[in-house]
Nanobody, 125 residues
Framework: VQLQASGGGLVQAGGSRRLSCAAS????????MGWFRQAPGKEREFVAG????????DYADSVKGRFTISRDNAKNAVSLQLNSLKPEDTAVYYC???????????????????WGQGTQVTVSS
């Protein structure tokens, strides 16, 4: 699976942004997908994940109620809607695909075998 993330940019606090991740490869619909982010000087952290079918989602506590992950298997795409953005949401956001046969959502980077190049989101106060 090859992943291409887009949609990042500069946004004011309280604003919204929609990130997209386009996937190529035949195994997209069999892969749980995740979004992670990494701020300067910090480790990459889990943001949100979605199961293969899209029926299950998981969110980090810090974004729950503000971010929404979704996927369209027909279009080989996964999205992350970011609402009520805060300056602490500033980071490079990465989409990732799991290679696990279980199809479950992983909260750690080790659960994902394929990564996009990242897209920068900067939230100004």
């Amino acid at each position: 699976v090859q992943l291409q993330a887009s949609g990042g940019g500069l946004v004011q606090a309280g604003g919204s942004r929609r990130l997209s991740c386009a996937a190529s490869g035949r195994s997209f619909s069999s892969s749980a997908m995740g979004w992670f982010r990494q701020a300067p000087g910090k480790e990459r952290e889990f943001v949100a994940g979605i199961s293969r079918s899209g029926s299950s989602t998981d969110y980090a506590d810090s974004v729950k109620g503000r971010f929404t992950i979704s996927r369209d298997n027909a279009k080989n795409a996964v999205s992350l809607q970011l609402n009520s953005l805060k300056p602490e949401d500033t980071a490079v956001y990465y989409c990732a695909a799991s290679a696990s046969s279980s199809g479950g959502i992983w909260r750690t980077t080790r659960g994902y075998a394929y990564w996009g190049q990242g897209t920068q989101v900067t939230v100004s106060s």
